[in-house]
């Protein structure tokens, strides 16, 4: 089984910062590319970062200069700095994983389970 865990969420206020941190585990071949979603209540998930096996970025717009994604390959663990959160960035974080696993032997997305950041005014 492959898995993905998330760690790293919780409350902080205006202006402050956090970092979540996804690892996968498994039996691993290869992953390409790596990310993060969210998720409001009452709003679809959206795309927050993106990080490809060359390491190329993409962000949305609304995280852009205030969110860093990177990742360590030999930990196959992403990670999302968090800097000047806004109450608006609240919502469940989900991260992805595109890899090849031991048992399906073509691509496949899986993803952690969401961990809640909250951002207070």
């Known amino acids: 089984q492959v898995q993905l865990v998330e760690s790293g969420g919780g409350l902080v206020q205006a202006g402050g910062s956090l970092r979540l941190s996804c690892a996968a585990s498994?039996?691993?071949?290869?992953?390409?590319?790596m990310g993060w979603y969210r998720q409001a209540p009452g709003k679809q998930r959206e795309l927050v970062a993106t990080?490809?096996?060359?390491?190329?970025?993409n962000y949305a717009d609304s995280v852009k200069g205030r969110f860093t994604i990177s990742r360590d390959d030999a930990k196959n663990t992403v990670y999302l700095q968090m800097n000047s959160l806004k109450p608006e960035d609240t919502a469940v974080y989900y991260c992805?994983?595109?890899?090849?696993?031991?048992?399906?032997?073509?691509?496949?997305?899986?993803w952690g389970q969401g961990t809640q950041v909250t951002v207070s005014s």
């Open positions: 992805h994983a595109d890899l090849v696993s031991g048992y399906s032997g073509y691509e496949l997305r899986y």
């Open positions: 498994g039996s691993i071949k290869s992953i390409t590319t």
């Open positions: 990080i490809t096996s060359g390491g190329s970025t």
